[in-house]
């Protein structure tokens, strides 16, 4: 399984952007999969999750409202809308996978297929 995120760049604060991350491979036995971030000077923590067969989806309080992660069947892709970007948001984000059934969702320690990340940078 390979995972590729794109999407990143420069916003202003208020402003929106959309990631990506499309995973090839064998795709149909991912069990979850998840966005993560690192901010400068920060350890990478947790920002979204989607269970891959149904759909259901959780978020980081820090995101929650804001962010919304979904996935499109037939390209194989996921998806990170972000809206009302704020400074803070500003970090590598990373998507990850596991094929494994776990309860730990939210726990980068359980995910064991990773893109490659993809900067976000927003400006006050």
């Known amino acids: 399984v390979q995972l590729q995120a794109s999407g990143g760049g420069l916003v202003q604060a208020g402003g929106s952007l959309r990631l990506a991350c499309a995973v090839s491979?064998?795709?149909?036995?991912?069990?979850?999969m998840g966005w993560f971030r690192q901010a400068p000077g920060k350890e990478r923590e947790f920002a979204a999750g989607i269970m891959w067969g149904s759909r259901t989806t959780f978020y980081a309080d820090s995101v929650k409202g804001r962010f919304t992660i979904s996935r499109d069947n037939a390209e194989n892709t996921m998806y990170l809308q972000m809206s009302s970007l704020k400074p803070e948001d500003t970090a590598i984000y990373y998507c990850?996978?596991?094929?494994?059934?776990?309860?730990?969702?939210?726990?980068?320690?359980?995910?064991?297929?990773w893109g490659q990340g993809t900067l976000v940078t927003v400006s006050s």
């Open positions: 990850a996978g596991t094929r494994i059934a776990t309860t730990q969702t939210m726990d980068q320690n359980v995910y064991d297929y």
């Open positions: 491979g064998r795709t149909f036995s991912m069990y979850v």
